[in-house]
């Protein structure tokens, strides 16, 4: 049964989804930020993005409940494109991955994307949070932030103090992990940000600071097409990166409703979904945010906040557009090690630790799959990349383990009749396997082969029967086929090329000849 779409709740559930939406708002402001950072774009252009997206997909999408903002996975494909060509392109970039997803929807694609192996979605979560870590390696003076003097403290002349930096990042982690223990009432997160925050106003502590890396919010978003839609070559700079955003962005959308789901043990609308981000995108990059997916964790804390209704996601997103504008000039002074404290929390909740735990408890075909996945997104920094060859070897794996459930047995019924039958399925990767049970020296004058337990699925397995039949054939014997099930002997009578033969429907009926070729 799906969930009601209403968007006011009862009078009941009213306060309680306001509270949620409150919530999320005040949780989202730092993660905003941080995957801004990540991304390479001003932490305004996560701000906005993250207001266009939930508001969009409060009203739009197929999970009501379900929070969706800009998120990790998908910032991470944007550093490239932004680093080389700019954020007008990003923007543009966006968009386009909105119509496409758009378009996923429409034709209905987007809901297979649903069956990809555990295997690699679990490595594709994995990659992300090791690459967020990475992320804030720079913020830690470890890269390209070190010795260098930042903006907040050029008028000093002073330098970054990186102990300080540490340590705070070791508070902020301390307040995250053991303030829950003592109250949930509000965000962890929240407070280690509102704590390091204060300590470094009260020292004036060279560290830093959020506006240091870009423009915060002052006023509305306003709406602009990006100039460079105008240019032919912009298609060809941006496919890439839109392409991968759109896979990449509905792949965590439909993780998040999964776990939602699972949460209230009640279907999503996947398509709906699809379609309802692919908007959310193309309005994120129309209002100058960049694109964005499902978040998982906010989702949760939604939930958990008594977030039923869409009335708490679209609180959320109002929220937080009242709350960057009328506190832009304190976001501005948060120290970024506040923000590196939440991203390492992140990248540490992100990660599935029992995927190398619990490494020996399942197939090692699956654990293959996760850590090749794992790897290629750490080397080519494209999570895409990254599924698509882990969905391959995942497929390859299979094929391989359902190629062997193939059998061919044989037996005489008499001094010169030879009786095969064939238990399984016949397909591309079972060929091998099936032409090794028909490798017999003995040649009798009547061969029968049984295909009553046997399905053919593709051309491959249909060219191995018929490849078997002409070499009998070749040996001097006359060929019975029997028990063709009907989808197969259709794919036959297409394809075969085969004649001479005899096809029966079954063992005890009369047999017909199958006409010689033209």
Not at 87 to 108: D, E, H, K, N
Not at 210 to 237: A, C, M, N, Y
Not at 460 to 481: F, H, P, T
Request: net charge neutral.
């Amino acid at each position: 049964m799906l969930p009601s779409p209403s968007l006011i709740p009862n009078r009941e559930a009213l306060s309680k989804e306001l509270l949620a939406g409150v919530v999320v708002a005040l949780g989202i402001i730092p993660e905003a930020i941080a995957f801004s950072i990540v991304a390479g774009v001003d932490p305004q252009v996560g701000l906005f993005g993250s207001i266009c997206i939930l508001i969009v997909v409060a009203l739009l999408g197929g999970r009501p409940g379900m929070v969706s903002a800009c998120t990790a996975g998908v910032a991470l494909l944007m550093g490239g494109l932004m680093q080389s060509h700019g954020l007008a392109y990003l923007l543009a970039a966006s968009i386009l991955a909105g119509c496409f997803q758009i378009l996923w929807g429409q034709l209905r694609l987007a809901e297979q994307m649903r069956f990809v192996p555990r295997a690699v979605t679990v490595g594709f979560v994995n990659a992300i949070g090791v690459l967020i870590f990475m992320a804030q390696l720079p913020q830690l003076g470890i890269g390209s932030m070190g010795g260098e003097t930042i903006p907040s403290l050029a008028a000093t002349g002073q330098d970054i103090s990186w102990p300080w930096v540490w340590a705070l990042v070791a508070l902020g982690l301390l307040i995250i992990y053991q303030l829950p223990r003592l109250t949930k009432l509000v965000p962890s997160t929240l407070v280690a940000i509102l704590v390091i925050s204060g300590l470094a106003e009260w020292w004036q502590l060279p560290i830093p600071r959020v506006g240091d890396l870009g423009q915060l919010p002052s006023s509305l978003p306003t709406f602009q097409i990006p100039e460079v839609f105008g240019s032919w070559s912009t298609w060809g700079i941006i496919l890439p990166t839109a392409l991968a955003i759109s896979f990449v962005g509905l792949l965590q959308s439909f993780l998040t409703a999964n776990v939602v789901e699972d949460m209230l043990d009640q279907e999503a609308d996947y398509e709906a979904e699809a379609r309802a981000q692919g908007i959310a995108n193309i309005t994120a990059g129309l209002f100058g945010g960049m694109a964005g997916a499902g978040m998982i964790g906010q989702s949760v804390i939604n939930l958990e906040s008594g977030g039923r209704y869409r009335l708490s996601t679209l609180t959320a997103g109002v929220g937080l557009l009242i709350l960057v504008i009328s506190l832009s000039t304190w976001l501005a002074r948060i120290p970024m090690a506040a923000l590196v404290a939440v991203m390492v929390m992140v990248s540490i909740s992100t990660v599935n630790w029992d995927s190398f735990l619990k490494a020996r408890l399942v197939p090692k075909s699956d654990t293959a799959v996760m850590l090749l996945t794992l790897a290629l997104a750490l080397v080519t920094r494209n999570l895409a990349i990254a599924v698509v060859v882990g969905v391959a070897l995942a497929g390859i794996l299979f094929s391989r383990k359902v190629a062997k459930v193939i059998s061919v047995s044989a037996c005489l019924l008499g001094e010169d009749h030879l009786y095969y039958t064939v238990k399984g399925q016949l397909f591309f990767v079972s060929t091998v396997y099936f032409l090794a049970g028909f490798k017999q020296h003995v040649h009798p004058g009547r061969i029968t082969i049984d295909m009553a337990q046997a399905h053919v699925w593709d051309q491959s397995g249909m060219r191995a029967l018929d490849q078997v039949i002409r070499k009998l054939q070749q040996s001097g014997s006359k060929v019975e086929l029997l028990n063709l099930n009907k989808e197969s002997l259709n794919l036959f009578d297409r394809i075969s090329e085969s004649d001479n033969f005899v096809i029966g429907a079954r063992c005890d009926l009369p047999l017909s000849t199958k006409p010689a070729n033209p």
